[in-house]
């Protein structure tokens, strides 16, 4: 069992930066590959960014190429995101994730474990 529990979220000017982080415990976190999805109210959960178990490997939605960054602290089982140049269309909730496999995935369905999610708002 792994749990995820996300930070970093709040309220920031449209051109702002937030960086979120996720704190994983129990199954070991270096062996999973970890992803950030968001939902925006009356909408599905979307993709957002990936990253393999090393961090060599990410992947990126296109709306968000340029100014989010993933990265990942094997010791301190904790991933990242950094959001750079951010408008009101980010507003959403973000989750944080982790798959069974230590490829990166930018399907969904491929993470077992999520966490509750974070608030970001961007006010124009």
């Known amino acids: 069992q792994v749990q995820l529990v996300e930070s970093g979220g709040g309220l920031v000017q449209a051109g702002g930066s937030l960086r979120l982080a996720c704190a994983a415990s129990?199954?070991?976190?270096?062996?999973?590959?970890m992803g950030w999805f968001l939902q925006a109210p009356g909408t599905e959960r979307k993709f957002v960014a990936a990253?393999?178990?090393?961090?060599?490997?990410?992947y990126y939605a296109d709306s968000v190429k340029g100014r989010f960054t993933i990265s990942r602290d094997n010791a301190k089982n904790t991933v990242y995101l950094q959001m750079n140049s951010l408008n009101p269309e980010d507003t959403a909730v973000y989750y944080c994730?982790?798959?069974?496999?230590?490829?990166?995935?930018?399907?969904?369905?491929?993470?077992?474990?999520w966490g509750q999610g974070t608030q970001v708002t961007v006010s124009s």
């Open positions: 129990g199954r070991t976190f270096s062996r999973q590959a």
């Open positions: 990253t393999s178990w090393s961090g060599r490997d990410t």
């Open positions: 994730a982790a798959t069974q496999s230590t490829i990166a995935t930018i399907y969904g369905n491929f993470y077992k474990y």
